[in-house]
């Protein structure tokens, strides 16, 4: 039997409520176009991000491919009474809805999955009949917003670790289930390895790993010691040994016995990986650890920080290595290349910025064989929607870095034109032109569903190529950690006029 919490039923009451309303005026079958789009990128408080990573279309597509009604679905519907007790769904919506609720009707446009991307920017374009679009909304959300946003919070622990890998520790923490998702848009945005064993396998990467405090503990709590603990661990993984150096004292025990570990293997032949950190002064102990394994002949050794990690605390740890390591006679350099950030509960949880807070909104309707665009006003014209069927594109200068993401109509042939002049969203006074005799243009969205999946999946190696080639074209400005710099989204002469023209109008202003 089909679970029914994880169907067509993984929705909000009004997406449903809404369509018998559609159906009850004979317009459930209309053409209608949504878009998915965010508004702000995230804000941490203390720092902000400057680009989001669109992560989570694959595992959406099949979430598509998978959604049927079930016989299931149709008696939940029909088991919920209005106040009055009748039913709340009729039976001849219910037909319809058994028929034609799946989404074989649909064709959506998207950002390729791991691209940077910026707010107002439409990242999917849903095209279709009303009802199949509307009951689209709920589902793509969850997990749009979701793996985005962790994708994004990735790539900035990435840009903080610079060539350091980046380990990402953070199922335990996660969101119930949705910790599969936030492995994968993390590996998306910049970890390099999981410790999530099923998600790294599915992805086609080895999980990584070292071990828990609760292994010394276990030796010890049965007379033995953490240095025979260590042996344990070396003797059974001789060419992946990592040891965990701080459950009693890291520095007077837990160094020097991973240093007896490292000999011995060393004298039969293996290679020692490392050690682990995961609580303290991170930076005072790598310094402190790399100067003893120095001293030993273990120079090349990693070293493994862990502990609440984020993009901000891998920036101050690689700071004050930089301005104490010298004193102790260790090359802080050398020491920073030998780093590897394990990132748990601050990645996957998107710390600081717990949503995307992105939306899907209708923005056109045909009728009567033309796109009539649909607007929604506000009290800030940030808020205002885009209206119309739209094309999404990049803008990049003379030295090959994206300026500006522009968004034009669809009846629009911008990259036939020699000067381009763009529109704020939300400003009428600014406004630039762009002469595009040494700048580029490039469409954003490509069709990845029309009646069925027709994107197939791509590898994870691909995903993240996309993300490193674009953040490489960003400004370095739009990459800082904190308070970086707006990058810009404008919009076509023809779209602004068109968007002022239907405010007009809604508010009654002239």
Do not use: C
């Not at 028929?99 to 959506?108: M, R």
């Not at 500006?404 to 990259?415: K, Q, V, W």
């Amino acid at each position: 039997m089909a679970d029914i919490t994880k169907g067509i039923l993984y929705t909000d009451e009004y997406q449903i409520t809404m369509s018998q309303v559609f159906f009850r005026l004979g317009i459930h079958e209309k053409p209608a176009l949504f878009e998915f789009f965010y508004r702000k990128n995230p804000d941490y408080g203390q720092h902000q991000a400057g680009y989001s990573v669109f992560a989570g279309l694959d595992p959406f597509l099949d979430w598509m491919t998978e959604a049927k009604v079930e016989t299931t679905d149709l008696e939940a519907l029909r088991a919920q009474k209005s106040r009055s007790g009748k039913p709340l769904f009729d039976e001849d919506f219910l037909s319809w809805l058994n028929k034609n609720g799946s989404f074989d009707g649909l064709s959506l446009r998207a950002v390729d999955e791991g691209r940077v991307v910026h707010p107002q920017v439409p990242l999917i374009a849903a095209e279709g009949p009303l009802v199949q679009a509307q009951l689209l909304e709920t589902a793509l959300l969850n997990r749009i917003n979701f793996e985005t946003l962790v994708a994004t919070k990735a790539a900035r622990v990435r840009e903080a670790a610079g060539e350091s890998l980046v380990l990402d520790f953070g199922l335990r923490r996660a969101p119930g289930e949705a910790g599969n998702a936030a492995t994968r848009a993390s590996l998306i945005g910049g970890a390099d390895r999981s410790s999530n064993v099923g998600m790294s396998y599915a992805l086609g990467l080895q999980a990584a790993g070292t071990h828990a405090h609760s292994l010394v503990q276990a030796f010890m709590a049965l007379g033995m010691s953490e240095l025979e603990a260590f042996q344990a661990y070396a003797g059974v993984y001789p060419d992946d040994t990592v040891l965990l150096v701080d459950t009693v004292e890291t520095l007077e025990s837990g160094v020097p016995n991973a240093i007896k570990v490292f000999e011995d293997l060393k004298r039969k032949g293996h290679k020692p990986v490392g050690i682990r950190l995961d609580s303290g002064d991170l930076a005072y102990l790598a310094i402190q650890s790399a100067r003893m394994l120095d001293k030993a002949g273990f120079a090349d050794t990693l070293l493994v920080l862990s502990s609440d990690l984020d993009e901000l605390i891998i920036w101050q740890i690689q700071t004050q290595i930089h301005q104490e390591a010298g004193r102790y006679g260790v090359d802080p350099d050398a020491l920073i290349k030998r780093l590897v950030f394990g990132v748990g509960t601050r990645m996957v949880t998107s710390w600081g910025q717990p949503a995307l807070g992105g939306v899907y909104k209708v923005v056109a309707v045909r009728d009567d064989g033309h796109w009539k665009p649909a607007i929604k006003v506000s009290d800030t014209m940030e808020k205002v929607l885009n209206p119309g069927h739209k094309k999404a594109w990049r803008i990049y200068d003379e030295r090959g870095l994206a300026t500006a993401d522009f968004l034009s109509l669809s009846d629009e042939a911008p990259e036939k034109e020699n000067v381009l002049t763009l529109h704020h969203p939300a400003d009428s006074a600014k406004h630039r032109r762009i002469t595009m005799d040494k700048s580029r243009l490039e469409a954003l969205h490509r069709e990845v569903w029309k009646g069925k999946r027709l994107l197939e999946p791509v590898s994870l190696s691909v995903m993240r190529e996309r993300k490193k080639q674009d953040v490489e074209k960003l400004d370095q400005g739009v990459r800082r950690l904190v308070n970086p710099h707006v990058y810009h989204v404008s919009l076509s002469e023809k779209l602004w006029t068109l968007k002022n023209k239907l405010v007009e109008e809604v508010t009654g202003k002239q």
